[in-house]
């Protein structure tokens, strides 16, 4: 559900592999999940490869990103997990997904798109691209596997306004020390700060 995302091949034997990627500055979270995956031989040894992508504005200026990204191999095998998780080629959240959940992968889930909102001292989940029927499912297996409080949020601009169709999940100030019981042990050093440590 994170920043991985998966595609298939178009052969005759289909398989799916996944690609991950992150920004420069989560290059040593990058790394971790390169060795993850590594060490249980879903991936070659030659590393994460560098990418620089570069984005132009309304003023015609432009701002070069550096990151780091690296495939899994492709396996039939996993045709089972793209099928969970693409619908027509667009990711979903199915009813299915609460038989997968585990602590691991709410660790996974928060590393990719956690982030500490320091105003409200609680943890936002950004689910913006998921319809709210699929973000308030979510929220609803947090409750029931984990016992975690949450609500969903409209997204909105500085200033006030809202973005249309996207949303978040909060979990709630009383929640967040079950969360951080839940998920420390998988919580690499320098992300630790998305859980407001």
């Not at 070069?64 to 979903?92: A, P, R």
């Not at 990719?112 to 105003?119: H, K, R, T």
């Not at 973000?135 to 984990?146: D, G, I, P, Y």
Request: charged share 25%; glycine share 8%.
């Amino acid at each position: 559900m994170g920043d991985g995302y998966a595609y298939q091949t178009k052969a005759l034997n289909k398989g799916t592999s996944f690609r991950f990627k992150q920004s420069g500055r989560h290059k040593d979270y990058l790394l971790y999940l390169y060795d993850f995956f590594f060490s249980r031989g879903y991936c070659t040894n030659s590393g994460p490869r560098e990418y620089r992508t570069v984005l132009i504005n309304n003023l015609n200026d432009k701002k070069t990103y550096m990151g780091y990204e690296f495939d899994l191999f492709t396996f039939s095998s996993l045709n089972w997990l793209y099928d969970l998780f693409y619908k027509d080629g667009v990711k979903v959240i199915s009813p299915e997904l609460i038989n997968y959940l585990t602590p691991i992968s709410l660790a996974f889930l928060i590393m990719d798109d956690g982030g500490w909102v320091s105003g409200s001292k609680s943890l936002r989940i950004a689910t913006n691209n998921f319809t709210y029927e699929e973000v308030k499912l979510l929220a609803q297996m947090f409750k029931t596997k984990f016992d975690l409080d949450c609500t969903v949020q409209i997204l909105s601009k500085k200033g006030g306004n809202a973005i249309k169709d996207k949303y978040s999940i909060y979990i709630k100030v009383a929640s967040l020390p079950k969360l951080r019981e839940l998920v420390l042990p998988y919580i690499i050093p320098s992300m630790k700060y998305k859980l407001g440590l």
